[in-house]
């Protein structure tokens, strides 16, 4: 008895596992969408650009002696009122369904993302398919679908080099931020906080890099590349900030990983680079007679990497006066971008959640007010400790000879 109720519950296990292949896609009916681009058409609409692999040609493109294999990935576009719309009416012109698992990018046009990133991506996280994790940049001087139709020698599959881009450029120069789609979904629904997403743009002619010769040659006719730090306000860009400008925005955000300090020394400009290996940006938030004020502390850690002229660099009060020039520079560049925010109304470095934690009374009472009334006037106190832990292998450059 005991024997017979073991096989019957064994049989219905197995029949209940069988049974899961019920929405089984065969490969051959998938079209596996790498990238996602947004723009706008003169009538308003939304223009989707899907970014497609041509598996045949990315796995057989080494063998057959890269570029000439053909081209890895093809470019889909449609059009829509929403997003969906766009994303359904693509079947039109595709063999396959559409797969978004794989996809790893999302490509904003300039112009929707002036008009605003509302409704852009409830779709997305609705979708079960698509990863909130994709990586998000903004167009920046160019269409989405300019940016997706380059081709790149390098990484054969040009999503994947604005991504690795993206993290490398982060990791070592310190003026880009690698952003993904929930970091922006958050930021947009925190009323102390708004989005920062990193611009990217064509270099060269735009024409000429949708063509296979443009991975066949040594200087490609166009590459893309990172450009700059998009600053949103309400869900809409408002402004564009490069160089040390951006970087002051990824320091307050405890963002550098490691960057490249160049300060002055003996009446020459860009005489010592100072390479930061580690660091850390606390933001605390406090109230004074009835208002609130937040101080932002940078403690890094880094070497010497090039020095330009004469110094006795093993000397402890020379480096005791460069560590202090260097601070000296580090909340300059903070401080501008603090300064270029406030201008903008658009709190970008998230000090509203900071009074929020400190203050939970007071930040409900100036929340609505935040950006345009209290922001632009905020008192913020920027300090910094910089220790030089290496020097290099010389002690005295050899210029001084």
């Given at each position: 008895m005991k024997r017979g109720i073991a096989i019957f519950v064994l049989l219905v296990v197995c029949t209940g596992m069988l049974a899961g292949c019920w929405s089984k896609k065969e490969l051959t009916d998938l079209a596996f969408i790498i990238a996602v681009g947004l723009d706008k058409t003169k009538d308003g609409k939304y223009l989707a650009s899907f970014?497609?692999?041509?598996?045949?040609?990315?796995?057989?493109?080494?063998q057959r002696g890269?570029?000439?294999?053909?081209?890895?990935?093809?470019?889909?576009?449609?059009?829509?009122?929403?997003?969906?719309?766009?994303?359904?009416?693509?079947s039109e012109k595709m063999s396959r369904l559409l797969y978004y698992a794989h996809t790893n990018l999302m490509v904003i046009g300039e112009e929707v993302a002036r008009e605003g990133l509302d409704g852009v991506f409830d779709a997305l996280e609705r979708n079960s398919q698509f990863r909130t994790t994709a990586h998000l940049v903004i167009a920046h001087g160019h269409?989405?679908?300019?940016?997706?139709?380059?081709?790149?020698?390098?990484d054969k599959i040009s999503a994947n080099q604005i991504i690795k881009?993206?993290?490398?450029?982060?990791?070592a120069w310190g003026q880009t931020m690698n952003v993904d789609v929930w970091q922006v979904i958050r930021d947009l629904a925190s009323p102390g906080r708004n989005p920062v997403i990193t611009g990217v743009r064509i270099e060269?002619?735009?024409?000429?890099?949708?063509?296979?010769?443009?991975?066949?040659?040594?200087?490609?006719d166009a590459r893309v590349s990172l450009d700059g730090l998009a600053l949103f306000k309400n869900g809409r860009l408002v402004k564009w900030v490069n160089g040390p400008t951006a970087r002051g925005v990824v320091w307050v955000l405890d963002r550098i990983k490691q960057t490249n300090v160049t300060i002055p020394w003996n009446e020459k400009q860009e005489a010592i680079g100072y390479r930061t290996v580690r660091a850390k940006t606390d933001v605390e938030a406090t109230v004074k007679r009835g208002r609130p004020t937040v101080s932002v502390h940078i403690k890094a850690e880094g070497d010497i990497s090039e020095a330009l002229v004469p110094i006795h660099l093993d000397d402890a009060n020379v480096l005791f006066q460069l560590?202090?020039?260097?601070?000296r520079d580090i909340k300059k560049e903070v401080k501008q971008a603090i300064e270029t925010a406030q201008r903008a109304r658009t709190d970008v470095f998230g000090f509203g959640d900071a009074v929020h934690r400190a203050a939970p009374r007071l930040w409900?009472?100036?929340?609505?007010?935040?950006?345009?009334?209290?922001?632009?006037?905020?008192?913020?106190?920027?300090?910094?400790?910089?220790?030089?832990?290496?020097?290099?292998?010389r002690n005295k450059p050899y210029m001084e000879k």
């Open positions: 970014q497609v692999v041509n598996p045949g040609n990315v796995a057989g493109a080494t890269g570029g000439a294999a053909g081209v890895p990935v093809s470019i889909y576009t449609s059009t829509g009122d929403t997003l969906v719309e766009a994303s359904r009416k693509a269409s989405a679908k300019e940016i997706l139709t380059v081709l790149t020698p390098v881009t993206l993290e490398f450029s982060e990791m060269g002619n735009p024409a000429r890099g949708k063509r296979q010769t443009n991975v066949q040659s040594s200087v490609p560590e202090k020039e260097i601070e409900k009472k100036i929340q609505n007010e935040w950006h345009d009334r209290y922001f632009p006037e905020l008192d913020v106190t920027v300090t910094a400790d910089i220790y030089i832990r290496r020097i290099g292998l």
